[in-house]
């Protein structure tokens, strides 16, 4: 069943308190906070700064990849974290510890990726099919992931930008949308008005094909 409380349009990448002020204001759904090794990692004293503020009213979602059970589970209690983006199969050890702290997963794959596991199909909340080369910018193929259907919601990513995302929302049965490079003026810089014209484009789409 489709949650109608997952988030539908997520800015990743963010770095600092006043970017996600920025991505607040433009009435994004969703800040993405990446702790794994990047050109966008966030410091931890950013983080629990922008959990602090807005992890009431937004998803703020701490994105991990190629990283430790343990390492993922200490970040969550030290910052706070209500949701998390994995980019590998979770253990059934750290899906039960982070359903222990009410935690709630998504998980990350691209068109190449194997299906969700068995314990992953009756945990992870969303779906985010992503190009590749994850933050790389380059385009997923829409062809494709059009073919895609999950029983949960699935959030498209990889190349999209302002320009572009209406279309690629059009042409998928996308829930939601996920930027990053699309959106910035520099790694881990948003473009303030870049933001608010990729949410409010974005939101339209997913508006008019609700009332399809």
Not at 20 to 26: F, K, R
Not at 83 to 95: G, N, Y
């Amino acid at each position: 069943m489709i949650d109608v409380a997952v988030p539908r349009i997520k800015i990743c990448g963010v770095t600092s308190l006043g970017d996600a002020d920025v991505v607040a204001e433009a009435g994004a759904d969703a800040i993405g906070l990446i702790y794994a090794a990047s050109v966008r990692q966030v410091s931890s004293n950013a983080a629990s700064d922008i959990v602090a503020r807005y992890g009431r009213d937004l998803w703020c979602v701490g994105v991990f990849r190629s990283q430790e059970d343990s390492e993922i589970v200490r970040v969550v209690e030290r910052d706070g974290l209500r949701v998390v983006q994995l980019h590998e199969p979770a253990s059934e050890s750290l899906l039960e510890a982070l359903k222990v702290r009410e935690v709630k997963v998504v998980r990350a794959v691209t068109l190449q990726s194997p299906p969700l596991t068995a314990h992953e199909r009756s945990t992870v909340v969303a779906v985010i099919v992503d190009s590749a080369q994850p933050g790389s910018g380059v385009a997923n193929d829409w062809a494709a992931l059009a073919a895609l259907h999950f029983e949960i919601p699935m959030l498209i990513a990889g190349g999209l930008t302002p320009e572009n995302v209406d279309r690629a929302i059009s042409l998928t049965s996308a829930w939601g949308v996920d930027v990053a490079s699309g959106v910035e003026s520099g790694h881990g810089v948003k473009d303030h008005d870049k933001v608010a014209s990729f949410v409010t484009r974005a939101r339209a789409a997913l508006t008019q094909k609700g009332a399809q």
